[in-house]
């Protein structure tokens, strides 16, 4: 299995201010993935990192709101813009490697809004 | 409308018995389905996947069950740990493109009584 870090694991913000989150993984994989999960909510899928290209995001999800970037194969940051309390959430990054089916998670980082 | 449901929001075992976790699903491309357990404060963890090839995986104490014509999987844990306690998920995914990206029932928390 990969090995995912998250940065920050969690932060406190205010309104209107904007939250960069690193993930990194420890080897090369396919698919890089951001979720979301709300309080008392499932998993829901913001967007596919894609590398060298702009994201894929969902229906619900767009650029302006939440930029990301994956610079390489092992990296990338998720970006929660001109955040409001209802962005208030743990923001999960994941992967899948080549060759498997199995979708791997990170540590999640748990976002306050204030 | 939710593609894959878990009914049960939350599920109470003893120690040592077994744990029967449902999830019923309404897509019939899906064709790969996974389990995770997640604590809180930490990100999903995958437990067990399973095939629409198969009707069975089992892996130590975790066994996934799969019922392609009702359209329902389940997993079974025995013998339950009070570790066992945790939110758990099932997931389903289709076969390419945007359907490869996992959709998410919304959890059944077990707690395993000592």
């Known amino acids: 299995s990969a090995v995912i870090s998250q940065k920050p694991s969690r932060d406190i913000c205010q309104r209107g201010t904007s939250l960069t989150i690193q993930c990194q993984v420890d080897?090369?994989?396919?698919?890089m993935f951001w979720y979301r999960q709300q309080p008392g909510q499932s998993l829901t899928l913001i967007a596919t990192a894609n590398q060298g290209s702009e994201a894929t995001y969902e229906s619900g999800f767009v650029i302006d709101k939440f930029p990301i970037s994956r610079p390489n194969l092992t990296f990338s940051t998720l970006t929660v813009s001109n955040m409001s309390p209802e962005d208030s959430s743990i923001y999960l990054c994941?992967?899948?490697?080549?060759?498997?089916?199995?979708?791997?998670f990170g540590p999640g980082t748990r976002l306050t809004v204030l | 409308d939710q593609q894959v449901k878990q009914n049960s929001p939350s599920l109470s075992v003893q120690e040592g018995r077994i744990s029967i976790l449902n999830c019923d699903y309404t897509n019939s491309m899906f064709d790969y389905f996974l389990w995770y357990k997640k604590y809180p404060a930490e990100g999903p963890t995958f437990l067990i996947s399973i095939s629409s090839i198969k009707d069975k995986n089992e892996d130590g104490r975790f066994t996934v069950f799969l019922n392609k014509s009702a359209k329902h999987l389940s997993l079974h844990i025995v013998p339950s740990q009070p570790g066992d306690s945790a939110v758990y998920f099932c997931?389903?995914?289709?076969?390419?493109?945007?359907?490869?990206?996992?959709?998410f029932g919304s959890g059944t928390q077990l707690t395993v009584l000592p």
């Open positions: 994941s992967v899948v490697h080549q060759g498997t089916d199995t979708q791997y």
């Open positions: 080897s090369q994989v396919t698919m």
């Open positions: 997931a389903a995914r289709g076969l390419s493109g945007s359907a490869r990206q996992l959709t």
